[in-house]
């Protein structure tokens, strides 16, 4: 039926810190800022875009919380990627990644919301 996504929603309560969350830390690039309420992102890839729509409330959830999660991979390992959202100020969930597979470990992080994203990197 599906093959595979394209757009990921995340549901903000401020745009403006999202925005700037979005960009600055994770590195995705405005493609289409519609308002103060809707603004699309881009992966520098181009393999995925972010649909960021703001006025939500968020709700409380943690790492054993029923959730529609997403990986985002990265170029460096998991590792690698932790050190760097960590030094970002990111609430990073985990102390160290969780090797999945033989050569592909995960761990999750926080927005500014609290949306739990996951990463998926190499060991």
């Keep these: 039926m599906f093959e595979s996504a394209s757009t990921l929603a995340v549901y903000v309560t401020d745009m403006a810190r999202a ?4 960009t600055e830390v994770l590195k995705l690039e ?9 603004c699309f992102l881009k992966a520098k890839s181009g393999e995925f875009t972010v649909y960021l729509r703001a006025g939500h409330k968020p709700h409380t959830a943690d790492s054993k919380t029923s959730r529609l999660g997403f ?11 932790l050190v760097q959202l960590k030094a970002a100020g990111v609430k990073v969930l985990q102390d160290e990644p969780e090797q999945v597979a033989d050569d592909t470990a995960c761990f999750q992080f926080e927005d500014p ?3 739990i994203i996951d990463v998926a990197g190499s060991l």
């Design 19 to 22: 925005k700037k969350f979005y």
């Design 30 to 38: 405005i493609s289409a800022d519609l308002g103060p309420e809707l």
């Design 71 to 81: 990986f985002l991979r990265s170029k460096e390992s998991a590792a690698e990627t």
């Design 113 to 115: 919301d609290g949306n």
